[in-house]
């Protein structure tokens, strides 16, 4: 049952998603034959409005896996997704899927096209050829730990979002806020943002783990854990004992982390008892 | 044997009662005829029973459980508004159910897709609005459920296909399974049912045989419907 | 197929009607097998309950036997059609002379517009 779902979602979104992606790799393989001709201004104009269209169809496919969604859960396609037999954890983890593999996916090709322009706007501003230019950006990600955690947050931001998204349709399409119909879950998507951000800053703030910033940054970046909270930090920075900042709290990783846990829950129990469709 | 047991249902939306404190008791074997003007409560009852709307209160069972899980095992529901995905085709569409439902019947779903003159290959987005109804009415007759909801499954196709649809509602008639059928096309389907509630302001105004009431009253069940509400 | 109803009537009544008719006029004939209740439902669009009770009516009645295994026969009791048949054209007949009477029309102009009815028909 579970592959089946996985499979009905995909397909459903491909439908349109394809186009997108379509487009998007038609933008990257026109910026390259621009950048080939290698005419400073023409190619950077280009370059720019390639880019743009190329990041607004990704943000695209993003907006329409979560409509989709919607349309499954509470939208028109909601009286054939909720009449199917299946246990609540098997759709709950069918949904998770599907929005984990289209923001990947996503994610994947923004990332490729964007390491594509930059090393091609490299190769031109520094008058390179493309493989020299290629080896300097591989070089900045690869030679420092900027890669991991530039990877680290990727991931994290994409289970944030999707389980985010997946909590504001869920708990936003509940019997009290369904009269707001689509406002529902915009609303408590609001809400539930304002929300981390103040358990974010709270956690950065109190929650003894931090990342230690390079004091010198000719010795290269290096970033140490250290067992400390940022108060110390805020407290001499108001008291203008210092004016720079050592330490960026890491605790918030923790806290985010059991919220996703409740918000799992949540999620399961209204889905499981509380749906009420239009 | 199925059933569909109601204690004291009541259902709001903010001020707006739409289901009065209603009790019902349905065994299968019958199809249920469930009338009443625009605003009487069908959808929101029927909604209820194919576990679409779990804000209520009162007790609502059917076969034994809370709608939910066990219950869409064994009802088929057929909502008064599309549904489906409209990039699929018709026989894609087929398919799709079948993988979904373990009682799904795919050779009378293909035989009721040509009795409605409709091809396997057309998107449900290039057929007509009663071409779709059509669609989705088969793929609901097409289960062979215990219970079957059926929401206004007539009013928006033609006379030929409508009595396509009444005559898979005989074929898909068994002793162990139960109907319950709203509409507001009662001179088409009077014959069909066997039994009629009135539905009036959410509460139940008049149910019984639909032969017993034209015995008591002298009057077709359509022709009472009208006394009533007129 | 496709049989017009009153509605304002219970069903089962004239589906009995029909039934008898079907018999006495021999579309029906003794010791055959009746169609099954959903055939007979799906050829007169009714509901399957309303065949089945006129059924057990025409059991009651003795028209029909039941057996077990085989299903739902016609009579073989030939005496029974007969009856049924003379009282039928009985009733039909107390009804026609009614309607005569309340027009006000004599017997002896009832006899001939009978016998003239019947020349015509043949």
Not at chain 1, 69 to 85: A, T
Not at chain 2, 186 to 203: A, K, M, T
Request: proline share 3%.
């Amino acid at each position: 049952m579970f592959s089946k779902l996985y499979k009905y979602q995909i397909k459903e979104l491909w439908f349109i998603a394809r186009y997108f992606y379509l487009a998007m790799t038609g933008t990257i393989l026109i910026g390259l034959f621009i950048s080939e001709t290698r005419i400073p201004g023409v190619v950077q104009f280009f370059n720019t409005l390639l880019l743009i269209g190329f990041i607004i169809c990704g943000i695209a496919i993003i907006i329409f896996t979560i409509t989709h969604d919607y349309q499954n859960q509470q939208g028109k396609r909601s009286y054939f997704f909720r009449s199917i037999p299946a246990k609540e954890s098997v759709i709950i983890g069918s949904r998770l899927s599907y929005y984990l593999t289209y923001y990947f996916a996503t994610v994947i090709v923004l990332a490729i096209g964007i390491a594509i322009f930059t090393i091609s706007h490299t190769a031109i501003n520094m008058m390179l050829p493309f493989h020299i230019a290629f080896s300097i950006i591989k070089d900045i990600f690869f030679q420092t730990k900027i890669i991991g955690m530039l990877l680290f947050i990727i991931v994290y931001a994409v289970f944030h979002q999707v389980i985010s998204m997946m909590f504001a349709i869920t708990i936003g399409s509940h019997a009290r806020l369904k009269s707001l119909g689509i406002g529902g879950p915009i609303l408590v998507y609001f809400l539930h943002y304002v929300a981390m951000q103040i358990l974010t800053l709270i956690s950065m703030l109190f929650i003894p783990i931090s990342i230690k910033l390079p004091e010198n940054p000719d010795t290269g970046f290096e970033f140490r854990i250290v067992f400390e909270s940022m108060m110390p930090e805020m407290s001499k920075l108001f008291s203008a004992q210092s004016n720079e900042i050592k330490y960026i709290g890491i605790g918030f990783i923790f806290t985010t982390f059991i919220v996703w846990i409740i918000m799992a829950i949540w999620i399961y129990k209204c889905s499981k008892n509380k749906i009420s469709l239009n | 044997m199925s059933t569909i047991k109601i204690n004291n249902l009541c259902k709001n939306y903010g001020k707006l009662q739409a289901i009065n404190n209603l009790s019902l008791e349905l065994n299968s074997g019958q199809i249920v005829g469930l009338v009443g003007p625009n605003g009487s409560g069908k959808s929101s009852l029927l909604r209820i029973l194919g576990a679409f709307d779990m804000a209520y209160s009162g007790e609502v069972l059917i076969n034994g459980f809370k709608p939910g899980l066990e219950s869409r095992k064994i009802v088929s529901f057929l909502p008064d508004k599309p549904y489906i995905s409209e990039n699929l085709r018709a026989e894609q569409i087929i398919e799709l159910y079948d993988g979904f439902f373990s009682d799904f019947n795919k050779e009378k779903a293909f035989k009721m897709l040509e009795l409605f003159k409709l091809k396997p290959e057309q998107k449900l987005i290039e057929m007509s609005k009663g071409m779709g109804e059509k669609v989705q009415v088969l793929l609901t007759m097409s289960r062979d459920a215990e219970i079957f909801i059926l929401d206004e499954p007539i009013s928006g196709v033609d006379p030929a296909s409508r009595k396509i649809i009444l005559r898979s509602m005989i074929e898909g008639f068994s002793e162990d399974a139960l109907m319950v059928v709203s509409t507001h096309l009662l001179n088409d389907i009077e014959n069909i049912i066997d039994s009629v509630i009135f539905l009036d302001s959410g509460q139940i105004k008049i149910q019984g045989s639909t032969d017993d009431l034209r015995e008591q009253y002298g009057k077709s069940i359509n022709e009472l419907f009208e006394q009533i509400f007129q | 197929m496709s049989y017009k109803f009153d509605e304002s009537q219970p069903i089962y009544l004239q589906l009995i009607e029909i039934f008898k008719t079907n018999i006495a006029n021999g579309t029906w004939k003794a010791g055959e097998k009746i169609d099954s209740v959903r055939n007979l439902a799906l050829d007169f669009a009714v509901n399957p309950n309303t065949v089945q009770r006129a059924l057990v009516e025409l059991e009651n009645i003795g028209l029909a036997y039941s057996q077990r295994t085989s299903g739902r026969f016609i009579t073989q009791n030939q005496e029974l059609t007969r009856n049924l048949k003379h009282e039928m054209a009985e009733n039909k007949t107390r009804d026609f002379v009614k309607q005569m009477q309340a027009i006000d029309i004599e017997q002896k102009a009832i006899l001939d517009l009978v016998q003239r009815c019947l020349s015509l028909e043949e």
